[in-house]
């Protein structure tokens, strides 16, 4: 009984990487494992909690809920990849560390992939938006309160080109 | 002049690496370990007829598979009973396999290792397990009535009774103008920390050495735990503990099953290998806790006073006692709260059943204590019509009868001696922050709207801060550089800023030359954990200790260098000098040279130290009798006993009059726990705390059916908050600080989850006018109570002397 593996191709973080993997290789460990781009978290394997968001092509999704094979060939943005071009940290993980929108920080990598799509696309949003950007991640020790917080500094960062005021 | 970072909200020093994916969590350690997995039980309770693998021989990976058979030695035991208590009468912990027997769902039957973890959970799919069903007890009905049992030699599933008391409370409440009887009950949670459990081990051959990771809340105590099931010496044994996702109590047990497993395997196979706990795993081979109903009799007075307590309570322990019956012990005593009971009565019996075992969750039987509490007080305010905030007050514990001893005996086994607080200010401060005063009128003019609302309190002290100790270590390196290493772990509460900035400021040093470890038992062997609301107070303490001994040995290295008398010596900016003369000065670094005499010199700051370097006193030797070389020291904090802070919660809620949908509006805390280290640090742990309480109050249950089988093991099922569920919380500080430790810190970890329960029951009573006696509460069963309570089928209260024993309400 042995698996047959495909060679997944992917543009990660900007980097073109591949690896052999069997087809049912969620797209979470083969980041993980196989990449050993461990910034994006499991908390559930079951599409629940968020931790695992990455972007795909752009979009936000769930990569415990992706087969890699079944991505070959796109384009990911990994918490790794959020930083600034630079190399510092990027404007949300700027925020999140200004407004203490982390705790232990094992959801963080999926707040800050889906809170870097949404800002492409609502630049400035008011409270209630950023609550509701939110709403699909789950966290167990911040309250969001705080997340709250870093999504619109975040925004407000972004809006001044990037840098810390 | 060093700026103080005591009480300054500086950012967290651990976020660059954990917002930008380079934290180290346990499932991101040794990429080329071996992978666990684990065949558990289907059944709440069977006996194992056999064990099958002969279709699993052939997949391709696999490695090993083990079963209880495999074991032996101290491996083959019991797991320990981590606390005794001379009321538990009948401890029972789990093999670290199933021996025989499985008693609750999710309990491990066999171990399997493999190349990777898909191939792990193949060859599980076809390991066949033979099952002879047994009767499942479940819930505090079944195991009380225990016409099955959860283990063959506890004929009454009782593990424990214990029985506290002070003064005759049935006398006085017998005696009291006014009685009342509450039957008061919560369901179970969990701590469900976003990462689950996960132990990798590496086991050096060559060396005999073990190095265990494990995402735990104390790398100490299960590296001695480890050393005795492994048969080890301690000093083959290190445990370390790296980023954790979350612990909210369920790591501080210890050994887990897995955590004995995965070290022993990795020494028989001489292979590295990681097991990391899935979801579902987490449901039901982890830890619950809060599952409590509790029977509250009360005597008092016409203005509300209590005159006697008197509460009997039954806690569901699961399957297995590991950490003893401290959540009962802390519920029996944390019920009290900031108030006077008159005579105390508490007893409480701890009863097996066959779920999942119950160990400590925040807030560790606090919630179900002070909801028994809280409920109890609002009932009074409504039986007397008085408010509910003056029933309270009348009843506190005034500032000038601090210290008090509630003649009890606390967790730690030390008295129950409440060290300091003020708890009417915190209620007047309680009040204007929710607008106690004029919420009738809001009420008014929201019902005029037809919105229904309802404002609600609960009050609650907390010991926290226990014992026995801490201890922590602080080396001043030639660089000036200061390191910090702690023994306890962390779990995102921030320590390595928090104790950076107290080692800062007691060395006088910028926090940037300031580096602290935790939770790793090669830099600091000897420490207690991360539980109860403790780390800023014994290791805050201990930092503060061992500093000040590095600082005093700088200063008295430095007078002699400087010529000068160390009383007019200070450290600002990282160097020692003569105060008003800061010309005069040397870097700590130097100090530290200076502090180590060396023989052999390897860069020009340590050339400064070496026998020939100045002129030497040669009338004594190079290090004195009573003194040891290095800028360096280490201290430990003990206290005498734990140290109470408090807090005061207020919500308003709104109940939909049509579909009972119930929404929390505001959120407001008012809390004390001391002198605060780091402001946003203490708000965030609110914060969090607040939104468990909310989701314990709200949504969160652990649903088992009649055969023990867990219904919601999932995310999906499972319902926590996500930021849709939680308002905006609203805070204010007091600061009582403590007489008991050297900052005047007290706990706050765990202080925002504790009063959730009580308060949201408080304000949705409010709203509805009927009694809640059952939590958590979803919209149907608010829907449910409307219809029984409109069919007049809703229970009154009643008077104790009425009837007894106590028929169940059955709601
Ligand atoms: S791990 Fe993918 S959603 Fe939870
Ligand atoms: S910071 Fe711990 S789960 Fe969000």
């Not at chain 2, 501080?252 to 955590?259: A, G």
């Not at chain 2, 204590?369 to 305010?381: P, Q």
């Not at chain 2, 005034?398 to 001893?405: F, K, L, N, R, T």
């Not at chain 2, 219809?787 to 104790?800: E, F, L, N, V």
Request: charged share 25%; proline share 6%; hydrophobic share 40%.
């Amino acid at each position: 009984m042995t698996e047959v593996r495909h060679d997944v191709r992917l543009r990660v973080n900007g980097v073109e990487r591949s690896a052999a993997a069997p087809a049912r290789r969620l797209l979470s460990d083969f980041l993980r494992h196989d990449l050993r781009l461990t910034g994006t978290h499991v908390g559930c394997e079951h599409g629940v909690c968020g931790a695992c968001t990455v972007l795909v092509d752009g979009r936000p999704m769930r990569s415990c809920l992706l087969f890699a094979v079944s991505v070959d060939g796109a384009e990911i943005t990994t918490v790794e990849g959020c930083r600034s071009g630079d190399g510092g940290l990027g404007p949300v993980q700027q925020a999140f560390l200004e407004c203490h929108g982390l705790q232990c920080g094992f959801c963080t990598p999926g707040f800050i992939t889906t809170i870097t799509a949404y800002l492409a696309e609502h630049p400035d949003p008011t409270e209630e938006e950023a609550r509701e950007a939110i709403g699909g991640n789950l966290c167990r020790c911040t309250g969001y309160v705080n997340i709250v917080a870093s999504v619109l500094r975040a925004a407000e960062l972004i809006r001044s080109g990037g840098r810390p005021a | 002049m060093t700026t103080k970072l005591f009480g300054e909200p500086i950012p967290r020093r651990e976020d660059p690496r954990l917002v930008s994916g380079a934290g180290r969590y346990l499932d991101d350690l040794g990429p080329d370990a071996l992978a666990v997995a684990f065949v558990r039980s289907p059944h709440a309770h069977a006996r194992i007829i056999d064990i099958d693998v002969t279709d699993a021989l052939d997949v391709d990976g696999l490695v090993a598979i083990y079963t209880y058979e495999d074991l032996a030695g101290r491996v083959a035991e019991p797991l320990p009973v981590l606390i005794p208590h001379p009321a538990l009468h009948a401890p029972r912990t789990a093999h670290p396999l199933a021996n025989g027997v499985v008693r609750h769902v999710g309990e491990a039957v066999a171990m399997v290792v493999a190349t990777d973890r898909y191939v792990a959970e193949d060859v599980c799919d076809r390991i066949r397990v033979g099952y002879r069903p047994l009767p499942a007890v479940v819930g505090i009905d079944a195991a009380c009535a225990a016409t099955h049992r959860v283990h063959e030699d506890v004929p009454d599933n009782t593990a424990a009774r214990l029985v506290q008391e002070v003064g005759d409370a049935p006398a006085a409440i017998a005696a009291a103008p006014y009685r009342l009887e509450l039957e008061l009950e919560i369901e179970r949670s969990a701590s469900m920390p976003m990462e689950g459990r996960g132990v990798y081990a590496r086991w050096d051959a060559a060396d005999r050495s073990l190095r265990v990771y494990s995402s735990t809340q104390t790398s100490t105590s299960l590296r001695f735990a480890l050393a005795t099931k492994l048969e080890l010496p301690v000093d083959r044994v290190e445990v370390v503990t790296p980023d954790v996702g979350g612990g909210f109590g369920v790591k501080i047990v210890h050994p887990w099953p897995e955590e004995v497993l995965v070290p022993w395997a990795a020494i028989r196979l001489g292979r590295e290998l990681r097991w990391t706990e899935d979801r579902r795993e987490h449901f039901v081979a982890s830890a619950h806790e809060r599952g409590q109903r509790h029977r509250v009799r009360v005597g008092f007075d016409a203005d509300g006073r209590l005159r006697g307590l008197d509460v009997t309570f039954w806690h569901d322990n699961g399957a297995y006692t590991p950490y003893g019956i401290i959540v009962p012990v802390i519920t029996a005593t944390q019920l009290l709260g900031p108030y006077r009971p008159g005579a105390y009565r508490v007893e409480f019996a701890s009863l097996y059943t066959n779920t999942v075992q119950v160990t400590p969750y925040r807030g560790a039987g606090r919630p179900q204590g002070v909801y028994a509490m809280e409920r109890t007080m609002d009932a009074i305010a409504q039986q007397l019509g008085i408010d509910r905030a003056t029933v309270r007050e009348r009843n506190f514990i005034q500032p000038e009868q601090m210290p008090y001893d509630h003649g009890m005996i606390f967790q730690d086994g030390r008295p129950l001696i409440y060290d300091s607080g003020d708890y009417p200010a915190a209620m007047a401060m309680l009040k204007e922050l929710v607008g106690w005063d004029d919420f009738a009128a809001y009420r008014e003019r929201a019902r005029a709207a037809g919105r229904r609302v309802g404002i609600g309190l609960a009050c609650y002290v907390e010991g926290t801060g226990v014992g026995p100790y801490e201890g922590a270590h602080v080396r001043v390196e030639t660089t000036g550089q200061v390191v910090v290493a702690t023994g306890l772990t962390s779990q995102g509460q921030g320590h390595e800023t928090v104790f950076a900035q107290v080692a800062a400021d007691a060395l006088g040093v910028p926090i940037d030359d300031v580096t602290v470890v935790t939770g790793d038992t090669r830099r600091f062997k000897y420490a207690v954990g991360t539980f109860a609301s403790r780390a800023a107070v014994m290791s805050g303490s201990a930092v503060a200790l061992a500093a000040g001994k590095v600082r005093d040995k700088a200063v008295r290295i430095a007078a002699e260098a400087l010529e000068a008398d160390p009383g007019d010596l200070e450290i600002v900016d990282g160097a020692v000098q003569v105060k008003g003369d800061p010309a005069a000065r040397i870097a700590l670094g130097t100090v530290a040279a200076l502090a180590n005499p060396l023989r052999y010199s390897f860069d020009a700051q340590t050339a400064l130290a070496t026998q020939f370097a100045k002129a030497a006193r040669v009338d004594r030797p190079p290090v004195a009798d009573d003194d040891e070389p290095g800028l360096e020291a280490t201290d430990y904090y003990s206290p005498i006993r734990s140290t109470f802070a408090y807090g005061m919660h207020a919500a308003i809620v709104e109940t939909d009059p049509e579909t009972a949908d119930i929404r929390v509006l505001r959120y407001c805390v008012v809390h004390d726990c001391g002198n605060l280290i780091n402001p946003r640090i203490v708000a965030g742990q609110v914060h969090g705390g607040v939104a468990q309480g909310i989701g314990g109050a709200l949504y969160e249950r652990l649903a088992y059916d009649r055969d023990g089988q867990l219904l919601n093991a999932s995310f999906m099922d499972f319902l926590m908050p996500y930021a849709s569920e939680v308002p905006a919380i609203e805070i204010a500080h007091l600061q009582t600080p403590s007489p008991l430790n050297p900052l005047g810190v007290k706990g706050a970890g765990e202080a925002g989850v504790i009063p959730g329960s009580a308060v949201l029951a408080s304000a949705i009573e409010d709203a509805e006018g009927f009694r809640i006696s059952r939590m958590p509460i979803s919209p149907s069963e608010l829907w449910e109570l409307r219809q029984r309570h409109a069919t007049g089928a809703s229970p009154a209260d009643r008077d104790p002397a009425d009837r007894d024993p106590v028929d169940r309400e059955g709601s």
